[in-house]
């Protein structure tokens, strides 16, 4: 018998399934059909083992559904656009183009010996001219079509990289890259209308039943869908053209607390006021911050008394001042709020910082306590006793209060209900150069004018230079200027290009057809699409999945995809992540040098340097490479095989938990593997016997086993139709031990083990695939495991012939019994009185009572 030898077992079938096309989706309209889909990579150069982990996963659920006699598409591309590339440009001096691309090729050559079921022909990049122009068309038919518009909008501007920056590449008010202070800028952005479909899409994550629930939770919370008021506070000394300050709040039942007016640094009347200097410098100090309600939450809330002031909607005689504050966002309701410190922290804080008042609308049931350092800020639904209600002093429920507030606010004219969404309009510009061209040319005579169809890719232009900021578009003439499409005449390309969440917005419906001459084929998408499981990290559970559901809405409306496409995942699957301990030891001024697990030595007094130097072991983290704490997939490869790398990372946690990934479990799960070839090898050597599979008696280990084998198909099977793939695992470990328990020398044994084996290698095929196939072949079973039919349970060995009792004597347990399933309670009390060891236990004593509880345990008092 041989050792099972991973590096020449598992190229070899891999040349197989690529020999014979085995993972190639083909439309079959006699098959159902199954496409899973696992997020796509980023090309940063190097795979690791979360990226194990989420591809074996889909693989599993692939390779399960072929032999369930599906038609798989399970396809793979590269999400290739993005700032990355360009810092690689500018600090390598090398071609974006040329850098992700060489990735691409590092990644796929790291990706191909995990023996992933993947269909490569479908491969593609968003970086491809091929699919950018594809997404160029889209753009082009989404214009058309009202779904896109070009308007004013403040953003994050780096003044040193001279570009947009989006709200998570402002790190502490400074440019990712550049350290610059980042400024609050108005720029002419191009926008997809995301925000025209904020109802529909918030309706309908209700039909998503196969989403997590707290993905369903942060998408419903992203589109923030509010009910509220909207009043006008009339100003009193304001500039010409300013009447009125209108006001949207959620919170309408406070208005009678309200201690001051608020207004956005990018407000219009808070520019308008900017002749004033001190006001000029806080607005520009507060654009500072960045865009984002993450940035403005943790910056000092501060404001500047414009010195104008506003009558109350409820009393013309109630004056309150009008601040500019740092913490208001001009694109959220209308730029401007009324403060309540006493129901509203932030308020509060502001309030006690620039002494104004504090007025309490209502304090909890059965106390008259006035709000001290801490706002009151109960549920809505709690009840509460209203002081400053609007029908006086009462009892009754935020909500309740609230929708008194909007009737009584509407009776008298003074305000309306209005619904209001979080949601904003998607704003796609970046001013830079790796990434899809917007495809419109800019005419002194015909304006923005959409690119011609037929000239589309608008390619990236080869020749840039990364030699000084902004963006290299800009300043190339030979790429900037051309012709208008629509006069001729002399006219300027767009030189923004697009976010990078559009390319990955519907990459899923390219996959059905990623060679078409349109963004999709009509037959390819009816047929394969929607995604039946995606896979993917919760990080995305907003931005990405929110714009793939637009993406959808859009790609129907404009014929590219039908009406059962516009929710494009069925299921969704949120892995959890790979970590490892970390290890360090003292840097200067206090700081910590990382040091890679490979560096570490074991010994009894804790962990080492290959010098004696003592480390310190750190908390199990998320795999990172600032900290070192990474495994290299490839290292585990050439060292156990892929198929351990694929054990391990299903066997050891839930899918949707972290899994601590540590050598020892590494060299178990090898072990393991060599254990399952020992037993395949053993029963391929063992010669036939003449016992029909059917033929074992009763109660012997070749039929236990048979019962555990069928037991153990439909227990796998359950597993991975409910993705509890550590559960399906385990199983196999139990099926193991099952086997080995059976001795080849026992009465029909030979048959029922072969059969157990051949079973193993079918339900084991999923996670270790090249295993299976090498078993398979042991076996001298025809073709393929990866084509075989999954194995079907026997329903007639599924059920239990017999029962195992235990017996305890005056509580103490004794012995036990088998007993038939069926027996009933006198049956079994005749065959416990009649045991052996029962009767030597009772000395011939009579009990004085004998409780049988079926199924469970037999209870002797004596």
Same mark, same amino acid.
């Given at each position: 018998?041989?050792?099972?030898?991973?590096?020449?077992?598992?190229?070899?079938?891999?040349?197989?399934?690529?020999?014979?096309?085995?993972?190639?989706?083909?439309?079959?309209?006699?098959?159902?059909?199954?496409?899973?889909?696992?997020?796509?990579?980023?090309?940063?150069?190097?795979?690791?083992?979360?990226?194990?982990?989420?591809?074996?996963?889909?693989?599993?659920?692939?390779?399960?559904?072929?032999?369930?006699?599906?038609?798989?598409?399970?396809?793979?591309?590269?999400?290739?656009?993005?700032?990355?590339?360009?810092?690689?440009?500018?600090? %390598?001096?090398?071609?974006?183009?040329? @850098?992700?691309?060489?990735?691409?090729?590092?990644?796929?050559?790291?990706?191909?010996?995990?023996?992933?079921?993947?269909?490569?022909?479908?491969?593609?990049?968003?970086?491809?001219?091929?699919?950018?122009?594809?997404?160029?068309?889209?753009?082009? +038919?989404?214009?058309?079509?009202?779904?896109?518009?070009?308007?004013?909008?403040?953003?994050?501007?780096?003044?040193?990289?001279?570009?947009?920056?989006?709200?998570?590449?402002?790190?502490?008010?400074?440019?990712?890259?550049?350290?610059?202070?980042?400024?609050?800028?108005?720029?002419?952005?191009?926008?997809?209308?995301?925000?025209?479909?904020?109802?529909?899409?918030?309706?309908?994550?209700?039909?998503?039943?196969?989403?997590?629930?707290? !993905?369903?939770?942060?998408?419903?919370? $992203?589109?923030?869908?509010?009910?509220?008021?909207? =009043?006008?506070?009339?100003?009193?000394?304001?500039?010409?053209?300013?009447?009125?300050?209108?006001?949207?709040?959620?919170?309408?039942?406070?208005?009678?607390?309200?201690?001051?007016?608020?207004?956005?640094?990018?407000?219009?009347?808070?520019?308008?006021?900017?002749?004033?200097?001190?006001?000029?410098?806080?607005?520009?100090?507060?654009?500072?911050?960045?865009?984002?309600?993450?940035? &403005?939450?943790?910056?000092?809330? %501060?404001?500047?008394?414009?010195?104008?002031?506003?009558?109350?909607?409820?009393?013309?005689?109630?004056?309150?001042?009008?601040?500019?504050?740092?913490?208001?966002?001009?694109?959220?309701?209308?730029?401007?709020?009324?403060?309540?410190?006493?129901?509203?922290?932030?308020?509060?804080?502001?309030? #006690?910082?620039?002494?104004?008042?504090?007025?309490?609308?209502?304090?909890?049931?059965? /106390?008259?306590?006035?709000?001290?350092?801490?706002?009151?800020?109960?549920?809505?639904?709690?009840?509460?006793?209203?002081?400053?209600?609007?029908?006086?002093?009462?009892?009754?429920?935020?909500?309740?209060?609230?929708?008194?507030?909007?009737?009584?606010?509407?009776?008298?004219?003074?305000?309306?209900?209005?619904?209001?969404?979080?949601?904003? +309009?998607?704003?796609?510009?970046?001013?830079?150069?790796?990434?899809?061209?917007?495809?419109?040319?800019?005419?002194? +005579?015909?304006?923005?004018?959409?690119?011609?169809?037929?000239?589309?890719?608008?390619?990236?232009?080869?020749?840039?230079?990364?030699?000084?900021?902004?963006?290299?578009?800009?300043?190339?003439?030979?790429?900037?200027?051309?012709?208008?499409?629509?006069?001729?005449?002399?006219?300027?390309?767009?030189?923004?290009?697009?976010?990078?969440?559009?390319?990955?917005? $519907?990459?899923?419906?390219?996959?059905?057809?990623?060679?078409?001459?349109?963004?999709?084929?009509?037959?390819?998408?009816?047929?394969?699409?929607?995604?039946?499981?995606?896979?993917?990290? *919760?990080?995305?559970?907003?931005?990405?999945?929110?714009?793939?559901?637009?993406?959808?809405?859009?790609?129907?409306?404009?014929?590219?995809?039908?009406? /059962?496409?516009?929710?494009?995942?069925?299921?969704?699957?949120?892995?959890?992540?790979?970590?490892?301990?970390?290890?360090?030891?003292?840097?200067? /001024?206090?700081?910590?040098? @990382?040091?890679?697990?490979?560096?570490?030595?074991?010994?009894?007094?804790?962990?080492?340097?290959?010098?004696?130097?003592? *480390?310190?072991?750190?908390?199990?983290?998320?795999?990172?490479?600032?900290?070192?704490?990474?495994?290299?997939?490839?290292?585990?490869?050439?060292?156990?095989?892929?198929?351990?790398? %694929? $054990?391990?990372?299903?066997?050891?946690?839930?899918?949707?938990?972290?899994?601590?990934?540590?050598?020892?479990?590494?060299?178990?799960?090898?072990?393991?593997?060599?254990?399952?070839?020992?037993?395949?090898?053993? *029963?391929?050597?063992?010669?036939?016997?003449?016992?029909?599979?059917?033929?074992?008696?009763?109660? +012997?280990?070749?039929?236990?086993?048979?019962?555990?084998?069928?037991?153990?198909?439909?227990?796998?099977?359950?597993?991975?139709?409910?993705?509890?793939?550590?559960?399906?695992?385990?199983?196999?470990?139990?099926? =193991?031990?099952?086997?080995? #328990?059976?001795?080849?020398?026992?009465?029909?044994?030979?048959?029922?083990?072969?059969?157990?084996?051949?079973?193993?290698?079918?339900?084991?095929?999923?996670? =270790?695939?090249?295993?299976?196939?090498?078993?398979?072949?042991?076996?001298?079973?025809?073709?393929?495991?990866?084509?075989?039919?999954?194995?079907?349970?026997?329903?007639? &060995?599924?059920?239990?012939?017999?029962?195992?009792?235990?017996?305890?004597?005056?509580?103490?347990?004794?012995?036990?019994?088998?007993?038939?399933?069926?027996?009933?309670?006198?049956?079994?009390?005749?065959?416990?009185?009649?045991?052996?060891?029962?009767?030597?236990?009772?000395?011939?004593?009579?009990?004085?009572?004998?409780? !049988?509880?079926?199924?469970?345990?037999?209870?002797?008092?004596?």
């Amino acid at each position: 018998m041989t050792r099972y030898n991973a590096q020449a077992v598992e190229p070899k079938w891999q040349r197989t399934w690529d020999a014979q096309q085995v993972f190639r989706a083909r439309r079959d309209q006699d098959k159902p059909k199954y496409y899973v889909l696992e997020m796509f990579p980023y090309p940063s150069g190097r795979i690791h083992m979360g990226h194990v982990r989420n591809y074996t996963m889909g693989d599993m659920i692939a390779r399960y559904k072929m032999a369930r006699g599906f038609s798989v598409l399970h396809p793979m591309g590269w999400d290739a656009f993005g700032m990355p590339a360009e810092n690689a440009a500018m600090e %390598r001096n090398i071609h974006p183009g040329d @850098w992700t691309y060489r990735n691409i090729d590092d990644m796929r050559a790291q990706m191909k010996p995990l023996g992933f079921a993947i269909d490569w022909s479908r491969e593609f990049a968003t970086c491809d001219p091929e699919y950018y122009g594809q997404q160029q068309a889209l753009f082009l +038919d989404f214009l058309e079509a009202g779904l896109i518009t070009r308007k004013n909008a403040v953003v994050n501007w780096d003044p040193v990289d001279m570009t947009v920056l989006a709200n998570e590449q402002v790190e502490n008010g400074r440019g990712w890259r550049s350290g610059a202070l980042v400024e609050r800028r108005e720029l002419t952005q191009w926008f997809f209308r995301i925000s025209d479909f904020s109802e529909e899409l918030l309706e309908a994550i209700d039909t998503l039943t196969d989403w997590p629930e707290k !993905v369903r939770l942060m998408q419903a919370n $992203w589109i923030g869908r509010s009910r509220g008021l909207q =009043t006008a506070f009339r100003l009193d000394n304001a500039p010409e053209g300013f009447d009125a300050l209108e006001v949207y709040t959620t919170r309408p039942d406070t208005l009678m607390g309200a201690s001051f007016v608020g207004i956005s640094p990018d407000h219009p009347l808070a520019r308008a006021l900017e002749t004033n200097p001190e006001i000029k410098a806080f607005n520009e100090e507060c654009r500072r911050i960045g865009t984002s309600e993450e940035a &403005l939450e943790k910056a000092e809330k %501060r404001g500047l008394d414009t010195g104008l002031t506003v009558s109350h909607p409820m009393d013309p005689d109630w004056h309150l001042p009008v601040y500019v504050a740092n913490f208001i966002l001009m694109d959220y309701g209308t730029g401007a709020i009324f403060g309540c410190p006493a129901h509203d922290q932030r308020d509060l804080d502001f309030a #006690r910082k620039y002494g104004l008042p504090v007025r309490d609308v209502f304090h909890a049931r059965g /106390s008259d306590e006035d709000v001290s350092d801490t706002a009151f800020v109960p549920p809505k639904t709690e009840p509460v006793t209203y002081v400053r209600g609007f029908a006086g002093e009462a009892e009754t429920t935020g909500e309740q209060a609230i929708d008194a507030a909007i009737d009584f606010c509407e009776a008298r004219g003074i305000g309306r209900g209005v619904t209001k969404y979080r949601l904003r +309009d998607w704003g796609i510009s970046r001013q830079r150069y790796w990434g899809c061209p917007i495809p419109v040319v800019h005419c002194d +005579d015909c304006g923005t004018v959409p690119e011609k169809k037929e000239n589309l890719p608008v390619e990236l232009p080869r020749d840039v230079s990364f030699d000084r900021p902004g963006n290299p578009l800009d300043r190339h003439p030979t790429w900037r200027d051309v012709p208008c499409p629509n006069c001729g005449k002399p006219a300027k390309r767009e030189t923004d290009t697009m976010d990078t969440f559009v390319d990955s917005s $519907w990459y899923f419906a390219r996959f059905t057809s990623p060679r078409a001459e349109t963004p999709t084929d009509a037959d390819d998408v009816a047929y394969w699409m929607n995604v039946d499981q995606y896979i993917g990290g *919760v990080e995305h559970a907003i931005l990405h999945l929110l714009y793939s559901r637009f993406f959808a809405r859009a790609m129907h409306r404009t014929g590219h995809l039908p009406a /059962s496409a516009i929710e494009p995942f069925n299921a969704l699957f949120t892995q959890g992540m790979v970590t490892h301990e970390t290890y360090s030891t003292p840097g200067p /001024s206090g700081s910590r040098i @990382w040091h890679t697990p490979d560096e570490i030595a074991r010994t009894e007094h804790g962990a080492t340097l290959p010098d004696g130097t003592a *480390v310190e072991v750190g908390p199990t983290i998320k795999m990172s490479k600032s900290k070192k704490n990474v495994v290299d997939p490839q290292d585990i490869v050439e060292q156990y095989g892929a198929d351990t790398a %694929r $054990w391990f990372v299903m066997s050891d946690s839930p899918p949707d938990r972290d899994v601590e990934w540590t050598a020892a479990g590494a060299e178990a799960a090898w072990k393991h593997l060599q254990r399952v070839w020992r037993l395949t090898s053993d *029963v391929a050597e063992t010669p036939a016997d003449s016992t029909p599979l059917g033929n074992t008696p009763p109660g +012997d280990a070749a039929r236990e086993l048979r019962r555990t084998t069928h037991r153990i198909i439909r227990d796998v099977t359950e597993d991975i139709e409910g993705f509890a793939f550590n559960k399906a695992v385990a199983r196999l470990y139990e099926f =193991t031990a099952a086997i080995a #328990r059976c001795k080849p020398d026992q009465p029909g044994a030979a048959a029922v083990r072969r059969e157990a084996v051949e079973v193993m290698a079918r339900l084991m095929m999923p996670m =270790t695939p090249h295993l299976a196939e090498e078993m398979w072949a042991a076996l001298g079973m025809e073709g393929l495991v990866s084509q075989a039919a999954w194995p079907q349970a026997d329903p007639d &060995l599924l059920t239990v012939d017999s029962v195992t009792l235990p017996i305890q004597i005056n509580g103490k347990r004794r012995a036990e019994i088998s007993v038939p399933a069926d027996a009933d309670k006198a049956a079994i009390e005749h065959l416990v009185m009649g045991d052996e060891k029962v009767q030597r236990y009772l000395e011939g004593q009579t009990p004085r009572k004998l409780i !049988v509880v079926p199924g469970r345990i037999v209870n002797v008092v004596v």
